[in-house]
């Protein structure tokens, strides 16, 4: 598989955030060079901090963090044989494969030539969290050793160019973007609304994992396979919450880290929760982004407030110290429900004090591979062309989105006389009303731009993960282990960022 080298900057940005602590104020300057500097170690902590939340949570991803490869399947039905129909058609999962044989070609004035060039952006060389995002990029070169086996995308090769911006190195990030690739596939950037002006000036477009801000979650040049517009949340796994812990979610706290990132996703969680109805009494509960000496006060806090709910916005890292300070006060809220990051391995094998934690999804489960095609041939695919790859949830937006891509791609050749170019392959994914992966994840409109109104709930039982609901093949379940509610989406009304710079109107898609 091609791959191409990576980017690195020296370069200095200047970010909008509230006051934090007094750890970072309203248009801090941060350099490459600056975080060095022993004197700036308290606030790269606390951004730190956010990061695995916006990384995993702003997506509505999920999964087990780094799934052992070796977990995939290892009988004889390997790649070749599972993912191929009766009449040798290769399958993933319930679609056909996007990839094979073809004389197609692609536009010289966009980075075109022997090769489809495109690009996974990652964080993964920022150096407080090495490695960040790097489920992205493996799961690309999964995608892209399994569709260049089979020819490439009507026989143009993948080639995937590496760039990392390390966190705060966007601008040269979308430069180097810019310079060398047809199209961002299935990455994601911390610091996305970093990406404008530069991605609409050079024509980019953008299949992304995730998006974290409002700028770049309302942009266009840009397709999700799973949507998170700032303005519209998933409501299924609240309601789930209302109609079983009616007398719980009375008294409900949200404790979130004091960054503006984990603050917003807090404040519009909040709203979402008052418009699903029955969480009559919410508190929002600021904790230290780079975290607290001590987690007992929380603790404390929590039991003279009487809480018999809570949801936590940060990383698991930081949840368990708190579960810790709760056993040791002999006190525990009778529901603890989360985010999908939180459908971590992390917090696995932790005992008592984690058991009953609860975690959304809208993947299919890692544990439950065997029932599920589409993750199963994910295993597998993993397993053979990315052996060493990290196998966690982003990864599967990843593969989603490679899947969209690839398909897109083979539409816009239909009527573009074989030729692949960037708004014309945008312009087919903008008609996708129904999307689901080949199963990988339940059904989601990325044309409508709107979050799936489906998905499963996983608890901590016995320090595993299982399915807490739907049961399979119960009347909950409305079809391949998800549950759909008709009012399973909130729209806000609350401003959570701005998503002007992200609207170039000159471009048609």
């Not at 807090?266 to 987690?295: P, Q, R």
């Not at 129904?434 to 039982?461: F, I, R, V, Y």
Request: charged residues 20%; contains cysteine; aromatic residues 8%.
């Amino acid at each position: 598989m091609p791959i191409t080298g990576g980017v690195t900057a020296d370069v200095t940005l200047i970010f909008s955030t509230r006051q934090v602590s007094n750890e970072v104020s309203e248009t801090d300057t941060f350099s490459s060079r600056s975080f060095q500097q022993g004197g700036n170690m308290r606030r790269i902590l606390g951004i730190a901090g956010v990061v695995t939340l916006v990384a995993l949570s702003a997506c509505s991803a999920s999964g087990s963090d780094g799934t052992p490869i070796d977990s995939a399947p290892t009988d004889s039905a390997a790649v070749e044989t599972t993912a191929a129909d009766a009449a040798g058609q290769v399958k993933f999962g319930t679609m056909d494969s996007p990839c094979g044989k073809g004389t197609a070609t692609v536009d010289p004035t966009q980075n075109g030539g022997p090769t489809l060039k495109v690009v996974s952006a990652t964080d993964k060389g920022f150096t407080i969290t090495p490695g960040l995002d790097i489920e992205l990029e493996d799961s690309a070169k999964g995608f892209i050793g399994w569709c260049n086996e089979q020819g490439g995308i009507q026989g143009v090769p993948l080639e995937l160019v590496i760039v990392d911006a390390a966190l705060f190195q966007v601008p040269a990030a979308i430069e180097k973007i810019c310079a060398s690739a047809f199209a961002m596939v299935g990455g994601g950037l911390v610091f996305d609304n970093q990406e404008f002006p530069r991605f609409h000036e050079c024509k980019m477009i953008d299949f992304a994992a995730y998006t974290v801000t409002s700028a770049k979650a309302g942009s266009n040049g840009k397709i999700q396979p799973i949507p998170n517009p700032a303005q519209v949340k998933p409501t299924s796994w609240l309601l789930y919450l209302k109609k079983n812990h009616v007398q719980d979610i009375k008294k409900t706290a949200i404790l979130t880290g004091n960054f503006e990132t984990t603050l917003n996703v807090a404040k519009s969680l909040k709203e979402t929760m008052e418009i699903v109805g029955g969480f009559d009494s919410i508190d929002i509960i600021e904790y230290n982004s780079a975290g607290e000496a001590s987690w007992t006060p929380f603790a404390q806090k929590l039991k003279d407030k009487a809480i018999t709910a809570m949801s936590f916005v940060g990383s698991p890292s930081n949840i368990i110290p708190l579960l810790k300070a709760m056993q040791e006060i002999g006190y525990k809220p009778n529901v603890i429900f989360n985010e999908a990051n939180f459908y971590d391995s992390s917090i696995e094998n932790l005992g008592p004090m984690s058991d009953g934690l609860i975690a959304r999804t809208v993947y299919s489960p890692f544990e439950e591979s065997e029932n599920f095609p589409a993750m199963s041939d994910y295993l597998s695919i993993m397993k053979k062309h990315n052996p060493s790859g990290k196998i966690a949830g982003l990864g599967l937006q990843t593969f989603s989105a490679y899947l969209m891509f690839a398909q897109s791609v083979n539409e816009c050749l239909k009527t573009n006389n074989g030729v692949i170019e960037r708004e014309c392959v945008l312009a087919q994914a903008k008609k996708i009303t129904s999307w689901n992966a080949g199963g990988l994840h339940t059904e989601t409109n990325p044309s409508g731009d709107t979050p799936p109104k489906c998905g499963t709930l996983m608890q901590l039982q016995g320090g595993k993960w299982t399915r807490l609901f739907p049961v399979l093949g119960s009347a909950d379940d409305n079809g391949n282990g998800w549950h759909c509610d008709e009012d399973g989406v909130a729209n806000l009304t609350g401003v959570y960022g701005d998503a002007a710079p992200g609207i170039d109107k000159s471009r048609p898609n």
